[in-house]
């Protein structure tokens, strides 16, 4: 069944949009909604008016952005009779934590393939890995590539020995993932109704690219109006624009909705400005926001994906580009285990 998006008032897009994503199967591993609130002195110190959606606080394993992914992937997984999981990320992944412990509650032995030597002590997200009981292998390669195929490989070799493994996307960040962040849209729409009052802007942190995919997909499943910026933290705006575009076509594939591409592009703004040299490469505007951020409001932020992000919400408010009479809700990742590394 395809559907045609009709123009209907967001009330009933609301509606539909909560029966559509009901509709998946899906663990309640995370605790929902999160809270959104205001960032009072912030938004004093910016001249404009700042919420913050506590994605930091879903609950599960330290928080974050990917267990409202891991709900839908790990639901997949056991649906297809999956015996484990098979994933891959950097040595302090925050997927890969949380990857760890699903599998741990759900009774799936978890495979990681991580990029980095093993260190003599680990610390931070590696530590948690152990802790869940995580199978651990390190591979010394600065390619994406070598760590995913090494990934690929396990999984088939696994399969051949017959174990029933359930491989997945680094980052959670494919079209099922991203259904997650479609429901996190929906706690966003459900908020503005409950208070009425509405967002201009969502600002996000965007890697792998499944979470901003996610927040698109809602906003064309709902005909919401306002503008979603992604932040990148390891790619150029362009290349990261072409990612988001396709795990937006997998979820609204999933969903049974057909968008025209050039109205899924529209809707995918990335902003490479904040990224410096690169993927956990640190900037001073990142180091900067942190203390604002700890300062203002007591909230922690980290210095791979949030830190970045919130630099993003500071220098777009500070250059106006986010004008005094917009009402912008930042989305706080999680993360914030990488501070103990
Ligand atoms: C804390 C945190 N925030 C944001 C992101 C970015 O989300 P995505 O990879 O879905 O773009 C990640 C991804 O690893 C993350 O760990």
């Not at 979470?211 to 919401?224: F, H, P, R």
Request: include cysteine; aromatic fraction near 6%.
């Amino acid at each position: 069944m395809i559907i045609i998006l009709q123009k209907k008032t967001l009330t009933k897009m609301t509606k539909d949009l909560k029966k559509m994503i009901s509709a998946v199967p899906a663990l309640e591993m995370s605790v929902l909604p999160t809270t959104v609130h205001r960032l009072d002195r912030l938004s004093e110190l910016l001249g404009t008016d700042i919420h913050c959606k506590r994605d930091d606080l879903t609950g599960f394993a330290f928080g974050g952005n990917k267990v409202r992914k891991l709900d839908y992937l790990v639901k997949d997984a056991l649906l297809k009779g999956a015996d484990s999981l098979v994933t891959f990320g950097s040595n302090q992944s925050n997927w890969c934590r949380m990857t760890s412990v699903a599998g741990a509650v759900n009774e799936l032995e978890v495979f990681l393939v991580l990029e980095g030597s093993r260190p003599d002590k680990p610390t931070a997200n590696l530590l948690l890995d152990h802790m869940a009981g995580a199978r651990v292998t390190h591979v010394e390669s600065t390619t994406d590539d070598a760590v995913e195929k090494a990934a690929r490989q396990l999984a088939d070799d696994l399969a051949r020995e017959g174990r029933k493994p359930y491989y997945m996307a680094v980052g959670g960040s494919n079209g099922r993932g991203s259904l997650g962040y479609v429901r996190a849209f929906l706690e966003v729409l459900e908020h503005e109704e409950k208070h009425q009052m509405r967002f201009d802007n969502i600002i996000v942190a965007s890697g792998s690219a499944g979470t901003q995919a996610g927040l698109v997909a809602g906003k064309l499943l709902s005909g919401w109006p306002g503008k979603i910026t992604g932040i990148t933290v390891s790619r150029d705006r362009v290349t990261q624009a072409n990612r988001i575009l396709k795990i937006v076509q997998e979820t609204l594939e999933i969903l049974q909705v057909s968008v025209e591409e050039s109205r899924i592009r529209q809707a995918i703004v990335t902003n490479d400005d904040y990224l410096g040299e690169g993927y956990r490469i640190n900037t001073q505007e990142c180091l900067e926001a942190i203390d604002i951020f700890i300062k203002k409001e007591g909230i922690f932020l980290d210095e791979v994906y949030t830190g970045k992000a919130a630099a993003g919400l500071i220098g777009l408010a500070r250059a106006g580009t986010i004008t005094p009479h917009e009402r912008t809700l930042f989305f706080h990742t999680g993360g914030n285990v990488q501070l103990f590394e």
